[in-house]
């Protein structure tokens, strides 16, 4: 982990053109449906007659992500260098549902899958598929893993930290 870690997002930048008095406002996209009440916790007389679905956990399900902090390194309205951090979720090749982000109901799981240096972010199970979702990415909750070496090494952790301070 010599190399510092740099992210990308700002290549996904794209600043707006200028518009013109000409050019017409962009149609608004199509709304998609929406997701959300497969996650919700419906008492049984608002569910309807079949109830919310089996095996969908509720949304606010706590869940522990294998996620690390990234910076960008950008300046303020004044002008003055700053770090801006935000989380960026690991995600993972499946064999069979292509790009998936992990989620565990422990933190013993993930530990158990993943090792104990692998870094984490709790959050509610319902955002996270929505988060990710958007980008075609979707959920596996406690999946089973192949055994293997980690990822992530206590010296990773370690070199890690010395490269953002």
């Known amino acids: 982990m ?3 870690i740099r992210s990308r997002l700002l290549d996904y930048f794209e600043a707006d053109p200028p518009r013109s008095q000409e050019q017409p406002l962009p149609q608004t996209p199509e709304a998609r449906p929406s997701h959300l009440l497969d996650y919700v916790d ?4 608002a569910a309807g007659p079949e109830g919310p679905k089996p095996g969908v956990p509720p949304y606010h399900t706590p869940v522990f992500v294998p996620a690390h902090p990234r910076y960008v390194d950008s300046t303020d309205d004044t002008g003055t260098p700053a770090r801006v951090p935000f989380i960026a979720y690991e995600l993972f090749a499946h064999p069979t549902a292509g790009t998936v982000a992990l989620a565990f109901t422990t933190l013993d799981r993930l530990v158990s899958a993943l090792g104990e240096a692998q870094p984490w972010v709790a959050t509610s199970l319902g955002p996270l598929a929505e ?7 979707t959920v ?4 089973r893993l192949t055994p293997g070496p980690p990822n992530w090494h206590p010296a990773d952790l370690a070199a890690y930290a010395q490269e953002v301070r």
């Open 2 to 4: 010599s190399t510092p």
């Open 42 to 45: 419906q008492p049984a007389e």
């Open 131 to 137: 988060g990710v979702g958007a980008q075609g990415v």
């Open 140 to 143: 596996r909750l406690d999946p």
